[in-house]
């Protein structure tokens, strides 16, 4: 999952009342810790894109409360950075004539 579909995840949940936010920290259950950990989210969201369980985990909970999340498609973005660089490129060789 990409970094922008994990941070969507999480406010779809945070928006459900599956996980709580306050203040940009994300409360979420750490293993070997008691209790709630504030968590920020950049940085949860960065840990989700590579946690194929947690991802499948508030899934399922955003479907049991009867929403669907279906990761949006991004490939675009790749498509326009690409351009961007090509573009960044053609005017350093204009600039060095």
Request: charged share 40%; glycine share 4%; aromatic share 8%.
């Amino acid at each position: 999952m990409i970094y922008i579909n994990a941070l969507e995840l999480i406010n779809a949940c945070v928006k459900n009342d599956i996980l709580v936010e306050e203040k940009g920290y994300v409360f979420v259950l750490r293993k070997g810790k008691k209790g709630w950990c504030p968590t920020d989210k950049d940085l949860l969201a960065k840990e989700l894109m590579k946690d194929e369980k947690g991802q499948k985990r508030l899934i399922s909970a955003l479907k049991e409360k009867n929403v669907e999340f279906t990761p949006k498609d991004y490939s675009w973005l790749n498509k326009e950075k690409e351009i961007f660089e090509e573009t960044l490129d053609e005017l350093d060789e204009e600039i060095d004539k």
